[in-house]
Structure formats: C-alpha cells, structure tokens
C-alpha cells in the first residue's frame, strides 16, 4: 500500500517522514472500532496508512456479502497518507469505491477483469460541477450502483467511503479519460504503476534517507536457527 501511493501520488514517504512522532503517538490511544448499527468507524486519531487496509477489509466483506453497495463513515481520521495505495487495492479485488474527504474531494477507483485500475477524481464545488460528476459517473458504471452523490460532511476529519462489487468493462478507462471534458481528472493507475515497476519511482533525498534509517531502525537480525530453518545451513550442536 505504501508503494502503490508513493508511486501515484509521489508524497506518501515525505508525509511519513514528516508526521512519523504522530503517527507512532497515536498507537498510544485507543483503539480504531466500527459501529454496525450506524455504519461508522472510529479511527481513534489513527493514519489512514494504519487505517487503510482495515477498511478495504471491511467494505470489502460487508459488499460482497451483501452484493450491493456500502457506505461507511471514517470518524477523526487525521490525514489520507496511502488512500491512494489501500483504494488501487480494494479495487483490484473487484470493488467499485467512491470516496469524499473532508475537503470536499471526490474520488473514484475501479479495475477491468484484467485489473487494470483507473481513477477518476473532482472537487464538490458548485451545482454545475456535481451535476457533472453524476452525470459522469452514470456513464462510466451506471446509475444502479450510486445515483446521486452523498451530502459533503462538515467534519473536517472523517471521510465517506462508498464500495459495490464492480468489475469495469474493457472501454471504461476510454469513458474515464472523456469524462476530463467535464472537469474530471483521470489517473490511469495500473498504467502507472507498470512503469514504477519497470523504472522505479523518484524519491526526495530527504525521503530516501528516512526510508534507509527507518530500515535500520527495524531490521532485526536473524537467529542461527532461522536461518537453518530457512535451508541455508547445517544444523549446528548450538542451535
């Protein structure tokens, strides 16, 4: 997750790096919990880089159980550090996923049978430009999974995240790059990250630097019964 957003989005590392003390702060409160009943989930002050995968693994169950759509609210959520990496995820395990954070920032992500993401993003302004986003929307998967956006949340730390089982057909990335007429912005994600892969991704010295140490910080070293364990040699008396 962390490299899919640092590929996409080229800020993930600097935003970890940056908000590390935070971020291992919040470890000390309480724990992330979810609401049934109203469909809310307390982050608890918790990244969404902690976060993230707990609500794909959520939205995810809760849809494909139901064959519907979902909604869940993400309550006191204080960044969206690898929301790129856990939505490119989700939608690679067939989910259509349509998010609005508290600024008021519309996000959709969706992949074809081959898994080939793309997103599309806009901001809630005006009449004319959430007329423009529906009507996009319809276009690209149909009136049936979201026919109208929901209300923009007040709260300037919860994010509205909306899923469905979805696979797009094969000209949905076409309709998805016609849709930038109308304001819309369009990532070709797996297109994206075919490159990362191929030629890497640039990373801020600064960055790389706290990767490196962070490495350091983290590697424990291995045991001569691991590494026996793990066939690289004999069995020693000592071990």
């Known amino acids: 997750m962390l490299a899919y957003s640092q590929a996409l989005d080229g800020r993930t590392l600097g935003a970890l790096r940056e908000n590390e003390a935070r971020l291992i702060a919040a470890f000390s409160g309480d724990q992330p919990s979810f609401d049934a009943s109203t469909g809310k989930i307390e982050a ?3 990244s969404m880089l902690d976060m993230g995968p707990r ?11 139901k064959d519907g759509v979902v ?7 204080p960044d969206l550090i690898g929301l790129a990496g856990a939505a490119t995820i989700a939608a690679k395990r067939g989910l259509g996923l349509a998010i609005i954070d508290s600024k008021h920032t ?10 080939n993401v793309t997103a599309m993003s806009g901001l809630l302004r005006d009449a004319s430009i959430n007329d423009a986003l529906i009507a996009s ?3 690209i998967v149909g009136a049936r999974f979201l026919p109208t ?7 300037q730390s919860a994010l509205d995240v909306i899923a469905f089982p979805f696979v797009a057909d094969d000209a949905f990335s076409a309709r998805a790059e016609n849709a930038k007429a109308r304001g819309i912005t369009c990532q070709h994600v797996s297109r994206v990250l075919k490159r990362a892969y191929s030629h890497g991704v640039d990373v801020p010295i600064a960055d790389l630097a706290f990767l490196y140490e962070l490495e350091t910080r983290t590697w424990a070293p291995s045991s001569e019964r691991s590494r026996m364990q793990a066939g690289f040699q004999a069995i020693s008396s000592a071990a």
Not at 55 to 65: E, F, S
Not at 106 to 115: I, K
Not at 149 to 155: F, I, K, Q, S, T
């Open 149 to 155: 956006l929901p209300e923009m949340n007040a709260d």
């Open 55 to 65: 609500v794909v693994d959520l939205v995810a169950g809760m849809a494909k159980r």
């Open 44 to 46: 608890a002050g918790r």
């Open 137 to 139: 929307w319809r276009e």
């Open 106 to 115: 519309w996000r959709v992500y969706a992949a074809t049978r081959d898994g």
């Open 71 to 77: 909604r869940v609210e993400v309550l006191h959520l």
